[in-house]
Protein backbone atom coordinates (compact mmCIF):
# COMPACT_ATOMS: atom_id res chain seq x y z
CA UNK A 1 0.00 0.00 0.00
CA UNK A 2 1.65 3.47 -0.68
CA UNK A 3 2.45 5.96 1.94
CA UNK A 4 -1.13 8.55 0.39
CA UNK A 5 -3.72 5.86 0.47
CA UNK A 6 -2.25 4.72 3.91
CA UNK A 7 -2.44 8.39 5.68
CA UNK A 8 -6.09 8.73 3.60
CA UNK A 9 -7.57 5.40 4.89
CA UNK A 10 -6.45 6.10 8.76
CA UNK A 11 -7.40 9.88 8.21
CA UNK A 12 -10.64 8.50 6.41
CA UNK A 13 -11.32 6.04 9.64
CA UNK A 14 -10.46 8.53 12.48
CA UNK A 15 -12.58 11.17 10.71
CA UNK A 16 -15.45 8.50 10.61
CA UNK A 17 -15.26 7.67 14.17
CA UNK A 18 -15.54 11.68 15.14
CA UNK A 19 -18.45 11.79 13.56
CA UNK A 20 -19.71 8.98 15.28
CA UNK A 21 -18.27 10.24 18.60
CA UNK A 22 -19.55 13.25 18.02
CA UNK A 23 -22.70 12.13 17.05
CA UNK A 24 -23.47 10.30 20.20
CA UNK A 25 -22.19 13.14 22.76
CA UNK A 26 -25.10 15.09 20.60
CA UNK A 27 -27.69 13.23 20.82
CA UNK A 28 -27.34 11.35 24.50
CA UNK A 29 -25.53 15.14 25.57
CA UNK A 30 -23.26 13.07 27.32
CA UNK A 31 -20.09 14.69 27.98
CA UNK A 32 -17.49 11.78 27.88
CA UNK A 33 -14.34 11.73 30.39
CA UNK A 34 -11.94 10.59 27.82
CA UNK A 35 -13.48 13.20 25.33
CA UNK A 36 -10.59 15.10 25.17
CA UNK A 37 -8.45 12.52 24.18
CA UNK A 38 -10.98 11.57 21.46
CA UNK A 39 -11.18 15.07 20.51
CA UNK A 40 -6.97 15.15 20.39
CA UNK A 41 -6.94 11.85 17.92
CA UNK A 42 -9.83 13.40 15.88
CA UNK A 43 -7.79 16.92 15.02
CA UNK A 44 -5.44 14.42 14.48
CA UNK A 45 -7.10 12.46 12.12
CA UNK A 46 -7.99 16.14 9.98
CA UNK A 47 -4.81 16.93 10.14
CA UNK A 48 -3.76 13.77 8.45
CA UNK A 49 -6.31 14.61 5.50
CA UNK A 50 -4.88 18.32 5.38
CA UNK A 51 -0.98 15.91 4.63
CA UNK A 52 -2.76 13.88 2.15
CA UNK A 53 -4.62 16.22 0.09
CA UNK A 54 -0.54 17.85 0.30
CA UNK A 55 0.55 14.29 -1.36
CA UNK A 56 -1.80 14.99 -4.17
CA UNK A 57 -3.22 18.69 -4.91
CA UNK A 58 -1.59 21.32 -6.62
CA UNK A 59 2.29 22.20 -5.77
CA UNK A 60 1.64 25.86 -6.73
CA UNK A 61 2.76 28.12 -3.86
CA UNK A 62 -0.84 29.51 -2.80
CA UNK A 63 -2.44 25.71 -2.35
CA UNK A 64 0.87 24.71 -0.53
CA UNK A 65 0.50 28.15 1.68
CA UNK A 66 -3.01 27.38 2.22
CA UNK A 67 -2.45 23.77 3.13
CA UNK A 68 -0.01 24.94 5.59
CA UNK A 69 -2.23 27.18 7.34
CA UNK A 70 -4.85 24.25 7.73
CA UNK A 71 -2.03 21.93 8.94
CA UNK A 72 -1.14 24.95 11.95
CA UNK A 73 -4.78 25.49 12.53
CA UNK A 74 -5.41 21.69 13.03
CA UNK A 75 -2.36 21.03 15.10
CA UNK A 76 -3.64 24.29 17.22
CA UNK A 77 -6.65 22.30 17.49
CA UNK A 78 -5.26 19.00 19.01
CA UNK A 79 -2.69 20.89 21.57
CA UNK A 80 -5.55 22.90 22.52
CA UNK A 81 -7.62 19.46 23.53
CA UNK A 82 -4.74 18.89 25.61
CA UNK A 83 -3.93 22.27 27.03
CA UNK A 84 -7.64 22.48 27.97
CA UNK A 85 -7.25 19.96 31.44
CA UNK A 86 -4.22 22.54 32.41
CA UNK A 87 -4.87 25.76 31.08
CA UNK A 88 -8.33 26.30 30.27
CA UNK A 89 -7.28 30.08 29.17
CA UNK A 90 -4.28 29.21 26.58
CA UNK A 91 -6.91 26.26 25.10
CA UNK A 92 -9.81 28.98 24.22
CA UNK A 93 -7.39 31.33 22.67
CA UNK A 94 -6.54 28.45 20.24
CA UNK A 95 -9.72 27.42 20.05
CA UNK A 96 -10.14 30.68 19.23
CA UNK A 97 -7.56 30.95 16.66
CA UNK A 98 -7.14 27.48 15.33
CA UNK A 99 -10.35 26.91 13.04
CA UNK A 100 -9.86 30.38 12.09
CA UNK A 101 -6.69 28.83 10.20
CA UNK A 102 -7.70 26.23 9.04
CA UNK A 103 -10.74 27.69 7.67
CA UNK A 104 -8.88 30.52 5.44
CA UNK A 105 -6.12 27.57 5.01
CA UNK A 106 -8.95 25.13 3.20
CA UNK A 107 -10.13 28.15 1.84
CA UNK A 108 -7.00 28.96 0.09
CA UNK A 109 -5.82 25.62 -0.44
CA UNK A 110 -9.43 24.67 -1.80
CA UNK A 111 -9.85 27.25 -4.77
CA UNK A 112 -6.92 25.93 -6.03
CA UNK A 113 -7.44 22.46 -5.70
CA UNK A 114 -10.88 23.23 -7.34
CA UNK A 115 -9.23 24.92 -10.31
CA UNK A 116 -6.23 22.22 -11.67
CA UNK A 117 -6.93 18.83 -9.26
CA UNK A 118 -7.92 15.79 -11.39
CA UNK A 119 -10.91 14.31 -9.18
CA UNK A 120 -14.35 13.67 -9.85
CA UNK A 121 -16.09 17.51 -8.93
CA UNK A 122 -17.78 16.49 -5.77
CA UNK A 123 -14.09 16.02 -4.58
CA UNK A 124 -12.89 18.83 -5.98
CA UNK A 125 -14.57 20.97 -4.06
CA UNK A 126 -14.86 19.84 -0.59
CA UNK A 127 -11.72 21.47 0.58
CA UNK A 128 -13.01 24.38 -0.37
CA UNK A 129 -16.46 23.13 1.74
CA UNK A 130 -14.35 22.77 4.65
CA UNK A 131 -12.92 26.26 4.77
CA UNK A 132 -16.31 27.98 4.22
CA UNK A 133 -17.72 25.35 6.54
CA UNK A 134 -15.91 27.12 9.12
CA UNK A 135 -17.12 30.85 8.81
CA UNK A 136 -20.64 30.21 7.24
CA UNK A 137 -21.49 27.58 9.36
CA UNK A 138 -19.16 26.38 12.84
CA UNK A 139 -18.39 29.99 13.96
CA UNK A 140 -21.99 31.38 14.02
CA UNK A 141 -22.99 28.35 15.00
CA UNK A 142 -20.76 27.91 18.43
CA UNK A 143 -20.56 31.56 19.30
CA UNK A 144 -24.75 31.58 19.61
CA UNK A 145 -24.68 28.28 21.18
CA UNK A 146 -21.96 28.58 23.93
CA UNK A 147 -19.78 25.91 22.03
CA UNK A 148 -19.66 22.44 23.27
CA UNK A 149 -21.77 20.58 24.92
CA UNK A 150 -24.81 22.80 23.52
CA UNK A 151 -26.26 20.56 21.34
CA UNK A 152 -26.30 22.75 17.63
CA UNK A 153 -22.41 22.86 18.55
CA UNK A 154 -22.10 19.76 18.70
CA UNK A 155 -24.29 18.86 15.66
CA UNK A 156 -22.14 22.01 13.86
CA UNK A 157 -18.86 20.11 14.85
CA UNK A 158 -20.66 16.33 13.23
CA UNK A 159 -21.43 18.49 10.30
CA UNK A 160 -17.89 20.15 9.94
CA UNK A 161 -16.19 16.12 10.83
CA UNK A 162 -18.46 14.77 7.70
CA UNK A 163 -16.57 17.18 5.66
CA UNK A 164 -13.36 15.87 7.08
CA UNK A 165 -14.11 12.39 5.80
CA UNK A 166 -15.69 13.25 3.02
CA UNK A 167 -12.09 14.66 1.89
CA UNK A 168 -10.51 11.97 3.30
CA UNK A 169 -12.64 9.55 0.65
CA UNK A 170 -11.51 12.15 -2.15
CA UNK A 171 -8.03 12.18 -2.16
CA UNK A 172 -7.80 8.41 -1.76
CA UNK A 173 -6.10 7.13 -5.07
CA UNK A 174 -8.05 5.66 -7.64
CA UNK A 175 -7.91 2.11 -7.72
CA UNK A 176 -6.17 1.58 -10.69
CA UNK A 177 -3.14 3.69 -9.46
CA UNK A 178 -2.87 1.49 -6.19
CA UNK A 179 -3.21 -1.83 -8.09
CA UNK A 180 -0.45 -0.82 -10.16
CA UNK A 181 1.75 0.78 -7.15
CA UNK A 182 2.15 -3.38 -6.13
CA UNK A 183 5.99 -4.76 -7.19
CA UNK A 184 4.13 -8.28 -8.65
CA UNK A 185 1.72 -5.89 -10.35
CA UNK A 186 4.53 -3.67 -12.09
CA UNK A 187 6.55 -6.85 -12.78
CA UNK A 188 3.79 -8.13 -14.49
CA UNK A 189 2.97 -5.36 -16.62
CA UNK A 190 6.60 -5.16 -17.61
Request: proline share 7%.
Amino acid sequence: MNPLRTTAMTALVITSLGVVYTTFCAVTQRNLSFGWLAQTVLHIGELLVVVALAGTADRSLVVRAGLGAAAIGQGMLALAEVVWTVNPDLANVLFGVGPMATGIGMIVAGIGIARRWDRPAPHRFTPLALGIYVFAVLTPVLIGSGGPPAPAALWAIAGWDVLWALAAVGVLPPKSSVETDSPRVEAELR
